[in-house]
């Protein structure tokens, strides 16, 4: 951790990160969460795709988007013809903060500082995978990495001007899907999907 509370990754591999980042006090959501879930997928992917924070599924299987959120994600990818296998996906947090509810952890979106806190090991995990396309799911992600002035509502889908990747887009997070009426939710996933069609297509832009 440095003067300012902020994670100090230095490993020069994505294994190295993740192992440092087991090990990350730098903010105090490590002291309620099960595990650090650190981003997954190959080293060199050319997409990277970055949420919130793991929710109650990924903080105990340690892996990111395997809970509902997850599953959506993997189909809208999967409909919009992106392999997620091919994909590294990871969190601007990267430790599960909740609230108690009788039994139930409840998400609890993270604050600013946590963010920042958090935000060298995602600096780093772009720094090591540079992607070619990155995409942003959900406003923390966008501003952990595109500034706070960033609306997602206004600029989701719209390519942005950004030195992280050659492609650099934002859209809704996934678990934003799950809530709603059922016909307002086909609609918006329909949207959702169309965003992440936009990212396949830069990436076919450049394979070709
Ligand atoms: N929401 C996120 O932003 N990330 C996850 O890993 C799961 C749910």
Request: proline residues 6%; glycine residues 8%.
């Amino acid at each position: 951790m440095d003067k300012t509370g902020r994670a100090r990754p230095s490993a020069s591999s994505i294994a190295g990160l993740r192992r440092e980042a087991k090990a990350c006090t730098a903010c105090p959501l490590y002291e309620n969460a099960t595990q650090t879930v650190f981003g997954e997928g190959p080293a060199r992917a050319s997409l990277m795709l970055v949420g919130e924070t793991p929710g109650d599924r990924e903080d105990l299987e340690g892996r990111p988007f395997v809970g509902p959120a997850g599953k959506l994600l993997d189909r809208a990818l999967a409909e919009a013809g992106i392999d997620r296998q091919a994909s590294y996906v990871t969190n601007a947090v990267k430790h599960f903060k909740w609230v108690p509810r009788g039994k139930r952890r409840i998400h609890s979106r993270p604050n600013a500082r946590e963010i920042q806190a958090c935000e060298p090991w995602l600096r780093a995990e772009i720094a090591l995978v540079k992607p070619d396309v990155l995409i942003c799911l959900g406003a923390t992600a966008a501003r952990s990495l595109l500034g706070r002035g960033f609306r997602v509502t206004r600029q989701r889908g719209v390519p942005v001007e950004s030195d992280l990747a050659r492609v650099v887009l934002a859209t809704v997070h996934p678990s934003s899907l799950l809530r709603g009426k059922p016909a307002e939710r086909k609609a918006e996933i329909a949207r959702f999907v169309a965003d992440l069609a936009q990212a396949a297509k830069a990436l076919r832009r450049r394979a070709a």
